[in-house]
């Protein structure tokens, strides 16, 4: 059974940091990415990853802010939050699919992020 579990959220003052972990459990992924929803809005795209070749893809909003990684070793893929904004508050979502264009297949429960001022 495939499973994706998120760990890593919490409260976090401005200007803070925190770092979400997403484990894969099951079969390994060719892409990974984090999505995040605020209350009331839609969930957004936040970053991407590849497997082979670790190229990755950010939303303008968290663009020199976040960084995402992968360790393939331990199926588990990563995002780096630093100069936390309040406007960062959402539940993050971790996702996996096998092929560039395919929407994500797999999906994790979310974590929550939320950002003080």
């Known amino acids: 059974q495939v499973q994706l579990v998120e760990s890593g959220g919490g409260l976090v003052q401005a200007g803070g940091s925190l770092r979400l972990s997403c484990a894969a459990s099951?079969?390994?992924?060719?892409?990974m990415g984090w999505f995040r929803q605020a209350p009331g809005k839609e969930r957004i795209f936040v970053a991407s990853?590849?497997?082979?070749?670790?190229?990755?893809d950010y939303s303008d909003s968290v663009k020199g802010r976040f960084t995402i990684s992968r360790d393939n070793a331990k199926n588990t893929v990563y995002l780096q939050m630093n100069s936390l904004k309040p406007e960062d508050t959402a539940v993050y979502s971790c996702?996996?699919?096998?092929?560039?264009?395919?929407?994500?297949?797999?999906w994790g429960q979310g974590t929550q992020v939320t950002v003080s001022s």
């Open positions: 990853i590849t497997g082979p070749g670790g190229n990755t």
């Open positions: 996702a996996a699919k096998q092929l560039r264009w395919t929407g994500y297949t797999h």
């Open positions: 099951g079969r390994t992924f060719g892409y």
